[in-house]
């Protein structure tokens, strides 16, 4: 019989909907990260580093905090795997290949596609009801995100004859992520979200470095000329954009569902448009404002059943 493992996200809803925000906020910055660093990087060895440095972050955490993880069973394991394959491998090659072609804002704009997927796969495979206030929601949400992103980047829409590969790469991620989230509902239930999310990595970690080294792209080399910027970058992808995020995300999708969880990717561009005022002086416009609070109009609209009195549904 399986142990639930505790989970970091004890207490009300409203703990859950701060550190689903803190995720999209952090995954906001790993496009920028990522575009900065697929310039230099293979994009297959890039995400190799990403999740191995994510692997060893989780694993030294389980050691300090003593935190045992529960032995999955044949049918968990291969389980674990499709959620390593689509979730870890699968999505970062669509993620870093996708940045070498499209901006960061052009694919943060695809990738607000993903609470629609969301909602739609988990009322086709799941049964999982959409009630008109989340689908308006939804749709309030990505028109929110829509125009944060187009005013603050006019030349979205322009690329290269290589655009639309780029455009495709980063729809990948969108249906693989769906597949990651969707998925690990029932193993999240059993496993708990900090066992299911080590185990998916490391079983990802390890497809990615044998995909890299069968291309020949391990190269100490380039590892060893990483910049001090270079290096922090891949800390903030690694730790915060892929270990700690993960885990809050998976909390959340185990507490409130994919679709109500999803809802809150919205928030990427917004972060990255925030960022850019605070850090890089660029201009807060009146569109940018509008857009940012349809985003969070959405974000409540989807997840207003969870404001009702307990008991009521």
């Known amino acids: ?146 125009l944060v992103i187009i005013s603050g980047k006019r030349t979205v829409f322009e690329g290269t004859t290589q655009t639309w590969l780029g455009d495709l790469l980063i729809f990948g991620c969108v249906l693989s992520w769906a597949v990651y989230s969707l998925f690990s509902r029932n193993l999240t239930r059993v496993l708990g979200p900090l066992t299911t999310v080590t185990y998916s990595i490391w079983l990802g970690t390890a497809m990615l470095w044998l995909a890299t080294w069968m291309r020949g792209e391990v190269s100490v080399a380039v590892i060893g000329a990483l910049s001090p910027a270079q290096l922090l970058s891949l800390v903030y992808l690694g730790g915060l954009g892929s270990a700690l995020a993960y885990i809050w995300y998976y909390d959340g999708i185990q507490r409130i569902g994919a679709t109500r969880s999803g809802v809150f990717i919205g928030l990427n561009p917004l972060t990255a448009v925030i960022c850019g005022a605070l850090l890089l002086g660029e201009q807060l416009t009146l569109i940018m404002c509008l857009g940012g609070g349809l985003i969070l109009v959405g974000i409540y609209l989807c997840n207003r059943p969870a404001f009702q009195l307990p008991g009521r549904k």
């Open 1 to 146: 019989m399986h142990t639930q493992v505790p989970t970091f996200a004890a207490g009300s809803d409203l703990r859950v909907y701060c550190k689903l925000a803190g995720v999209s906020m952090i995954w906001g910055g790993t496009f920028v990260a990522g575009r900065f660093l697929s310039s230099d990087i293979a994009p297959l060895l890039l995400a190799s580093l990403r999740f191995l440095l994510a692997s060893v972050i989780l694993l030294v955490f389980i050691l300090v905090m003593r935190i045992p993880l529960v032995l999955p069973g044949k049918k968990q394991f291969a389980q674990l795997l499709l959620l390593g394959f689509f979730g870890i491998f699968f999505y970062n090659l669509c993620f870093f290949y996708g940045l070498h072609y499209i901006n960061a804002s052009r694919a943060s704009l695809i990738v607000v596609l993903n609470p629609a997927v969301f909602g739609l796969a988990a009322w086709l495979f799941f049964k999982e009801r959409l009630s008109t206030a989340k689908v308006l929601g939804i749709l309030v949400c990505m028109g929110g995100a829509g």
